[in-house]
């Protein structure tokens, strides 16, 4: 099985546990991803990769679970780089993070989130 994490900082305790058990109940692969802009600076990928290796070091690698990062760099709107990358790998789940929103906030449409939930073509599971 293989799972995709796109992560998000502000969901991290949320997200990373779930995927933890999941990839423990389902021996799952981890592909722990980040997009970026493609007019992003050198500092800030490398920043971002630490970051995320570190993130994979803590949680994953120190729980038995094979994983690895990568940070998607290809000129895509975020969501649509998730889902892309998705099928690419034949990725059996997307776990994402979601916030909580106001009446007026669940009528806008055009978040990453509900990109990702109503376009991909495995199950997403979003966590708060």
């Given at each position: ?31 722990l ?7 992003a ?17 803590e ?45 007026v ?21 979003s966590?708060?």
């Amino acid at each position: 099985m293989k799972l995709l994490v796109a992560y998000d900082a502000a969901f991290a305790d949320a997200m990373l546990p779930e995927a933890i058990r999941l990839a423990k109940a389902f021996d799952a692969y981890i592909y722990l991803i980040r997009t970026c802009p493609a007019d992003a600076g050198e500092q800030d990928i490398a920043r971002l990769e630490h970051t995320l290796n570190e993130v994979r070091r803590e949680h994953f690698k120190s729980a038995g679970i094979e994983s690895e990062v990568r940070i998607l760099i290809r000129g895509m709107e975020p969501g649509e780089d998730v889902v892309q990358f998705a099928k690419e790998k034949e990725v059996d789940q997307i776990i994402i993070g979601v916030q909580r929103r106001s009446k007026v906030g669940k009528m806008m449409f055009g978040s990453v989130a509900q990109y990702i939930i109503l376009e991909a073509e495995c199950p997403v599971l979003s966590v708060k």
